[in-house]
């Protein structure tokens, strides 16, 4: 799975291995840029309307309203923050979220 983001770390430091934390800037609105998705498994792509990210979605602080969700996709968990107008009972639900390319930044740290 592969996708554009912006590289926030150092660029001098740019080659080789890193984990990275990603960071998602972007008000999430659930049928606008947050959707169920059709298939349930995990993925990144990418097409003319932007990158699409479809994972599991987790909900912390569920009494909130909104409450606090991330993204589960494979062994990584992406915070989204509130999604506005979230359905009730959707944690564990698979979801996909687009975003353009430019809200997307990466923040790298060695191995």
């Given at each position: 799975?592969?996708?554009?983001?912006s590289w926030a770390g150092?660029?001098?430091?740019?080659?080789?291995?890193?984990?990275?934390?990603?960071?998602?800037?972007?008000?999430?609105?659930?049928?606008?840029?947050?959707?169920p998705a059709a298939v349930?498994?995990?993925?990144?792509?990418?097409?003319?309307?932007?990158?699409?990210?479809?994972?599991?979605l987790g909900l912390i602080?569920?009494?909130?309203?909104?409450?606090?969700?991330?993204?589960?996709?494979?062994?990584?968990?992406?915070?989204?923050?509130?999604?506005?107008?979230?359905?009730?009972?959707?944690?564990?639900?698979?979801?996909?979220?687009?975003?353009?390319?430019?809200?997307?930044?990466?923040?790298?740290?060695?191995?």
């Amino acid at each position: 799975m592969t996708a554009p983001a912006s590289w926030a770390g150092n660029l001098e430091t740019a080659a080789g291995e890193h984990h990275i934390e990603w960071e998602l800037d972007e008000e999430f609105q659930w049928g606008a840029n947050c959707s169920p998705a059709a298939v349930e498994e995990p993925c990144i792509h990418q097409d003319e309307r932007g990158i699409f990210y479809r994972g599991r979605l987790g909900l912390i602080e569920i009494e909130a309203e909104p409450p606090l969700a991330h993204l589960e996709l494979v062994d990584v968990v992406i915070d989204l923050g509130h999604i506005e107008g979230l359905p009730r009972g959707m944690a564990g639900a698979w979801v996909e979220i687009n975003l353009k390319p430019e809200k997307i930044r990466v923040y790298p740290y060695e191995i």
